[in-house]
């Protein structure tokens, strides 16, 4: 009356169906996140953009973001953040991008120039 299950075949069924358990898993996690990404990034523009931010202490920044139709001045701390300005001018929104898109167009090797040439005159 003394029965003792073969270890081995019950550890392969357990693997086998740890492993079928797994992949159906990571097969609907597949398919939702490219289902997601169409219908979320139809129309394949950011809605919300952050044109720049200074830093003015420790843990606090004051942030330029734009969205559609105006441009947000943000003041983020650890905790919080709060609306500063609210920018619906499209002289300065324009403007805003017209700086935005200089510093954008410029390559990792100006970057690198304009920095290595900043830190020769300053060893001079």
Known sequence: MNYHPDLISTALRMLAALVIVLGGLLAA??????????????SGEKLIRIIGNSYIG??????????????????????????????????????FRGIESEKASLSFSEHLNRLTSRMRQKSE
């Open 58 to 95: 420790v843990k606090k920044t004051v942030t330029m973001v734009e969205i559609p139709g105006a441009v947000l001045v943000l003041g983020v701390t650890n905790d919080n953040i709060s609306l500063l300005a609210k920018i619906e001018d499209k002289e300065r929104i324009d403007r």
């Open 29 to 42: 996690f597949y398919v939702s996140k490219r289902l997601f990404r169409r219908e979320a990034g139809a």
